[in-house]
């Protein structure tokens, strides 16, 4: 059965202070692994799509990175605008079921 | 494009009535999800479909819950009866396939209380 799991669960930062979200799965082949952004009370938003190991993505402050096992959502010099809980899912190789983690919820204080 | 549309937004009723979530895809898209996300046990897949067909239920919780997709511009998640356990903020997503490089654009919700 497929499985992902996020850490931390919640995580607080001053604003420029630079961390890192981890997304661990077990897949049965590994199609795709996508990270979500969610704001309260809207839906997901799409950041990235990451598809084989050592492959990394880009987008303003955050980067995305991918293992055999597991990903990172690395955020530089986070600003407030950031806050949001951030999803990780998996699609597996036959291409057919999508498993979200919990998502971690960040907070970055001014 | 507008995105994917859901309606309506707030549902509130009472247990035992019939609920009905609607949703449009967004246009071109041939695959549609259904999602349910509470607290508890975060987002969950319900069910989708592709090319207007259900692929895959198995995440329906019940009999009570059903899906429909008449066409490739509208799909109805209903409940029936609704029970209180069923609150909980249901989403709708599409994408333009199953395969590889497959990117699920969300709609806004359906918050859903049952009282």
């Known amino acids: 059965e497929d499985q992902v799991t996020q850490s931390p669960e919640a995580l607080r930062l001053q604003e420029g202070e630079s961390s890192s979200l981890n997304c661990s799965y077990t897949?049965?082949?590994?199609?795709?692994l996508f990270w979500y952004r969610q704001d309260p009370g809207k839906g997901p938003e799409f950041l990235f799509t990451?598809?084989?190991a050592g492959e990394e993505k880009e987008k303003e402050r955050l980067k995305a990175t991918l293992t055999k096992k597991e990903s990172f959502l690395h955020i530089t010099a986070p600003k407030p605008e950031d806050s949001a809980t951030y999803l990780c899912?998996?699609?597996?190789?036959?291409?057919?079921?999508?498993?979200f983690g919990p998502g971690t919820r960040l907070s970055v204080l001014p | 494009d507008a995105g994917v549309i859901q309606s309506p937004r707030h549902e509130v009723t009472e247990m035992g009535q019939e609920v009905t979530l609607r949703c449009k895809p967004i246009?071109?898209?041939?695959?549609l999800f259904w999602y349910r996300q509470t607290m508890m046990r975060g987002l969950e897949l319900l069910i989708y479909?592709?090319?207007?067909?259900?692929?895959?239920d198995s995440g329906m919780p019940e009999d009570r819950f059903s899906a429909k997709m008449p066409n490739a511009s509208f799909s109805t998640l209903k409940i029936q009866p609704s029970e209180p356990r069923d609150s909980a903020v249901y989403f709708c997503?599409?994408?333009?396939?199953?395969?590889?490089?497959?990117?699920?654009?969300f709609g806004a919700g359906t918050r859903l209380s049952v009282l």
């Open positions: 899912a998996v699609q597996d190789a036959y291409g057919q079921n999508f498993v």
């Open positions: 997503a599409s994408a333009m396939s199953l395969l590889a490089k497959n990117i699920q654009y």
């Open positions: 897949v049965s082949g590994l199609r795709g």
């Open positions: 990451l598809y084989s």
């Open positions: 246009s071109g898209h041939n695959s």
């Open positions: 479909f592709n090319n207007n067909v259900p692929i895959d």
